[in-house]
Structures are given as C-alpha cells and as structure tokens.
C-alpha cells in the first residue's frame, strides 16, 4: 500500500467509540460552569440591575433628575453580607421612592418585581402596587421599603440601610 493510500484509509476510518460521546460530555460541562457560576455570583434580578457602589462615607447617591420619567431603576449593592438589589422610582405624585427588589412573603423566590406604568408587579405572584404607595404600605408583599433621602437635588441611600435588607437576598433563608 503506496503512502498516499496508507493516508487516504486513515480519513476513512470510523471514528472510535469513545469519540461519540465528546460532544455530550463536553455540553455537560458547561452547563456545569453556567449553574455553578449563577450560585456562586447570584441570580440578577429580572431585567438586570446595575451595580452601585458607595463613597467612603457610607452613601450612595443618585441625581434626583435621572428619576423624572418615572421609570423604575434597578440596582445591586455588593455588601458584606452579599449582594441587595433594590429598586428606585419616581411616582406619579412626584415623590422618589425606594424598595428591596422583594417583599416579606415571595422573597425566597428571589423574583422581585417588574414596572407597568404605575404600578410595580411582584414578578412571583402577580400582586400589583401602585408607587405612590411604596415607603407608605408595608408588609405582605408591598415592596419591602428601603429608606432614602432627597438633599436638594440628590437621592441618598446610607449602605447600613441597604445591609439591614440582605436577610431577604441570603441563600440560607
């Protein structure tokens, strides 16, 4: 057999058993890395969120303006405790508010909630609350409140506020 069929009967060659079962191995794996990646780093909120971080002395703080359209915004704080999203809005009545991105009945889904017009939807079971109505109504499964402060034209959060929601974002509850 000349060189150049020795080669030729090399590509013709079946592949051997173990090969078939690369592909699915392979597939496993990452869906591996994938799941263990979303445990290790937690799930984000629907939507995402945007990561805030605070200055040296504890707050974090926002332009009041980026909040004039009423347009929920999303946010996840990094504390020691893990990670605690939360959710500012202007209101209809003109008032900024802020919640955990959760409440004290649905909070073990880890869902959160979800904006339509002025209204923000529990994205667990489906309850609506109107935003003029988030820091005033609490309990159930209003939005969990989170404290804040307008000084002049800036929303301030203190991160000892935010740490004392990370109960509702812990994996051991």
Known sequence: MSERETKREQFNQKPASGKKFLLPVIVAMVVAVAVGGWFVLGQSPVGGAELVSAGQDGKIRFAAADFNDGKARFYRF????????????????????????????????????????????????????????????????????????????????????????????????
């Open 78 to 173: 990094n504390g020691q405790a893990g990670p605690v999203d939360f959710f500012v809005v202007r209101s209809h009545d003109g008032v900024i508010r802020s919640a955990f991105d959760t409440c004290d009945v649905c909070y073990k889904a880890r869902k959160g909630y979800r904006q339509e017009g002025n209204d923000m939807v529990c994205n667990n079971c489906d309850q609506r609350f109107r935003t003029d109505k988030i820091n005033e109504i609490k309990g159930g499964c209003n939005p969990a409140p989170l404290q804040r402060q307008l000084i002049g034209e800036t929303l301030v959060l203190l991160t000892s506020d935010i740490e004392k929601g990370a109960w509702y974002f812990s994996t051991v509850n």
